[in-house]
């Protein structure tokens, strides 16, 4: 006789299994986790199914009608594929839902929008005021998952679904109280089972925590197939889109949207955000072009020194990380003669944009000279290049890209690694080709 397999308990917000049932997780720390898992031993004289092989040919995917959505996305949503989203309360995460789903229920797609926070009434006077409202665009108001997404597979088959929000709704045959970690990942579960089965792709809105990451198990963001955040400052009507994980395109893409009245618009001049294309006639200020996933944003880098009677001069920086600009300060220091250890030194990025991108080195040294020096840099010029510990200059990717959209603004000149491969990476540009940061400085009037 086959001995049976002993009782299980797994974890609602880990996964971790044991045999042994405790008030606390000894994997993940939290209390009350802990429930009773069906054991599912199949018999050893089980028929094994043979399942043939099918070839692989790309899905077609399916238009959000925004563009700005779908290039955060890679180029729309999968059919069968399930997107998470999510934000803080508020900032218009069912807003861009909504107004996607009304426009692809306007190309004659069926789509249901399952709503578990509000009544039909709010959901439809909303809708109304975004200009979405359609024959296509089904809603249901509860709290009763498996009622809701029978639409998907009955009679109405509808070929997209909105789900607001993952902790809102409640997953039959699951103990707990809608939002509770059993529940949470029983409804993304089902969600995702009948996304796959009816080949329809899926859109699930989550919460965040007062930490900001998403609100649930850490398996809710494994069980899903893009995970995209929503954010946006209290102060400012914009919002920016961006993904954390994606199976079906990269996660450097980056959308942005401006909330109106009637919803959100999609922001095409980008680096108008950032640079306000005032005179740059001044020490301390260098311009550069950073890119956001396929994006090329001007940015505009700033800096500040003040001397300092103090022996240990500060070094404050916003918008690059600080290790990095007091890298470039000693490197400016060392390589380039321009003595930094008597002034307290600030760097900041205009208009909140944060750069990752090394090629923003130039720039701020270039800048950081400039306010050293109190002399302005050569007008209608950009810095692109990277800066090594030899205070060599370094090239940068999609270089062209930069400089073209560079162009388009209205810029003059550019100074770039001459380490540059790319031979037709400008039509109209004065590009100046560099090797050291000493040289660089030359051209922009700092060093002689």
Known sequence: ????????????????????????CTSCGQWGTLVQAQAAAEGAKARAEVVSAVSVVPPRRVTSGIPELDRVLGGGLVPGGVVLIGGQPGIGKSTLLLQAGGLVASMGTPVLYISGEESSAQVALRASRLGVVSENLLLYCGNNLEDALSNVTGSQNAGL???????????????????????????????VDVARAANVPAVLVGHITKDGRLAGPMLLEH?????????????????????????????????VFEMKENGLAAVEDKSGLYWNRADAGVSGVAMTVAMEGSTPLIAEVQTLASPTAFPYPKRTSRGIELNRFQLLTAVLEKRSGIPCGGHDLYLNVAGGLSIQ??????????????????????????????????????????????????????????????????????????????????????????LT
């Not at 086959?2 to 299994?17: I, L, N, Q, T, W």
């Not at 997953?171 to 579960?189: D, I, L």
């Not at 770039?416 to 400085?441: G, M, Q, W, Y």
Request: with cysteine.
């Open 161 to 191: 679904f909105i789900l607001d929000s993952v902790q809102a709704v409640k997953a039959p045959g699951e103990t707990g109280w809608p939002g509770t970690p059993n529940q949470v990942r029983a409804v993304a579960q089902l969600s």
């Open 357 to 446: 991108d090394p090629s923003a080195d130039l720039a701020a040294c270039a800048a950081l000279a400039s306010a050293l020096q109190d002399r302005p840099l050569r007008g209608g010029c950009c810095y692109l290049g990277e800066v090594g510990l030899a205070g060599e200059v370094r090239p940068v990717v999609r270089l062209a890209a930069r400089l073209k959209e560079a162009e388009r603004l209205g810029f003059k000149h550019a100074v770039v690694s001459e380490k540059e491969r790319d031979e037709s990476i400008c039509a109209r540009l004065d590009v100046a080709r560099v090797n050291s940061l000493s040289d660089a400085l030359k051209i922009g009037g700092i």
């Open 1 to 24: 006789m086959a001995k049976e397999d002993p009782m299980r308990y797994v974890c609602g917000h880990c996964g971790f299994s044991t045999v042994t049932r405790t008030g606390k």
């Open 223 to 255: 069980m899903v197939d893009a995970v995209l955040t929503f954010s946006g400052e209290g102060y400012s009507s914009y919002r920016m889109l961006r993904a954390i994980k994606n199976r079906y395109g990269n996660t450097d893409e980056l959308g």
